[in-house]
């Protein structure tokens, strides 16, 4: 009997548990992303969210300006920030093929 009754509220349970979850790791999420979009600075390697590689060259309050290649500056929103790469000087977190 108590059996039944336990298998009926962890069926129950598991659905909130799971939600409660994905909004847990959702928030976290955001928060680092918002990390990630306050520190860009100038000279920051950095990926939008488009999938786009610039080198930032002006940040202000609201946009960056990424040069992509020599001589041509996008402006993007500075939301659309994704990730900061790696500097060309630092060592890379990926390993080498040896």
């Given at each position: ?9 962890l ?70 920030i ?17």
């Amino acid at each position: 009997m108590f059996g039944d009754d336990f298998g009926s509220l962890l069926f129950l349970a598991m659905p909130l548990l799971l939600l409660g979850y994905l909004f847990y790791s959702q928030r976290r999420r955001m928060k680092q992303i918002q990390a990630i979009q306050a520190s860009v600075e100038v000279g920051d390697d950095v990926r939008t969210t488009s999938g786009l590689f610039g080198h930032v060259v002006e940040v202000s309050d609201a946009e960056v300006h990424l040069e992509v290649t020599d001589g041509v500056v996008l402006r993007f929103d500075r939301r659309a920030i994704d990730i900061k790469l790696p500097s060309a000087g630092s060592p890379s977190s990926v390993p080498e093929d040896e």
